[in-house]
């Protein structure tokens, strides 16, 4: 127990800059810092990511869809470099407004679709083309259970571990221990 045990306000205000290695990539503010437009490539497909676990997944999925013969899986990787903060950017704002990778513009629809978080996209591309996404309604069902919990689950207790035991300014034992 700490000689000075953090109270937590009644109302929570962003007064100070809250460190760490990874304190630029967040904000408690909404909407975008600064204009700059995204790329856009020859695919219908544009995806804009960074090679993070949540970044990957749609990758892989996206490999293994071309990989069975999907053509128009065929896609645009893009750059956003998180660090830098190209999350804010008014153009990736507008296709993801929580301003979190990874995120796809799909572009065979007219008007484009805009699908963010990893889970929505992953979903949205299993049912686009058809594949890795049983009709059968038990199977459906365990299959979605498994994304869910991918999405919800595995990474709060996996991300909350290595935030609070590598990369958190401050040691604290009882977030270490609750993450474990």
Do not use: C
């Not at 869809?65 to 956003?80: F, K, N, Q, R, V």
């Amino acid at each position: 127990m700490s000689k000075h045990p953090y109270v937590p306000p009644k109302v929570w205000r962003n007064d100070a800059a809250s460190g760490g290695q990874f304190a630029s990539i967040n904000r408690p503010i909404a909407g975008p810092t600064h204009d700059k437009d995204l790329p856009v490539g020859k695919h219908p497909l544009q995806l804009y990511s960074l090679a993070t676990p949540n970044g990957v997944k749609v990758t892989i999925l996206l490999e293994e869809l071309l990989a069975l013969g999907h053509s128009g899986a065929e896609y645009d990787a893009w750059l956003i470099r998180i660090g830098d903060g190209d999350q804010f950017s008014s153009g990736f704002v507008e296709v993801n407004p929580n301003s979190k990778i990874p995120a796809l513009l799909d572009r065979s629809a007219e008007p484009p679709v805009r699908v963010f978080e990893s889970g929505s996209i992953l979903l949205h591309l299993a049912e686009k083309f058809g594949a890795f996404l049983p009709k059968a309604p038990a199977a459906r069902t365990e299959t979605l259970n498994w994304l869910f919990w991918q999405m919800g689950a595995a990474p709060y207790l996996g991300g909350g571990f290595g935030h609070f035991y590598v990369y958190a300014p401050d040691k604290i034992e009882y977030a270490i221990n609750r993450f474990t």
